[in-house]
């Protein structure tokens, strides 16, 4: 899938993981560490993610009174263009769990 591809070839798996269970230690930010994708499209819509990816964020401070986590997410706008950004965007909805069906 091209969204894969293009989530690998830029580097995303270093912090998110080639599953995107995140994990990597990330001090002071809340949870202490980057956070899973795998379930992105329940807390934010596509337009708000296609956002992240090219103005970056930086993550939710744990303590103000520690200094900044050294990770957060880059600014990807002057390296991805749009179709790419588009293609991760739709990567990661399509690893969203599936809704089981209530009989």
Partial sequence: EAGKQTFVRYGCVGCHGMELQGGVPNPNSQGGEVPSLLHVAEDYTKPE?????R???LPPVENSNKPAPPLYMPAWRSSLSNEEINRIVEYLWSLRPKKEVAW
């Avoid at 993610?49 to 990816?53: F, L």
Wanted: no cysteine; net charge positive; charged share 10%.
């Fill in 49 to 53: 993610v296609a956002n992240i990816i």
């Fill in 55 to 57: 103005s970056g964020k």
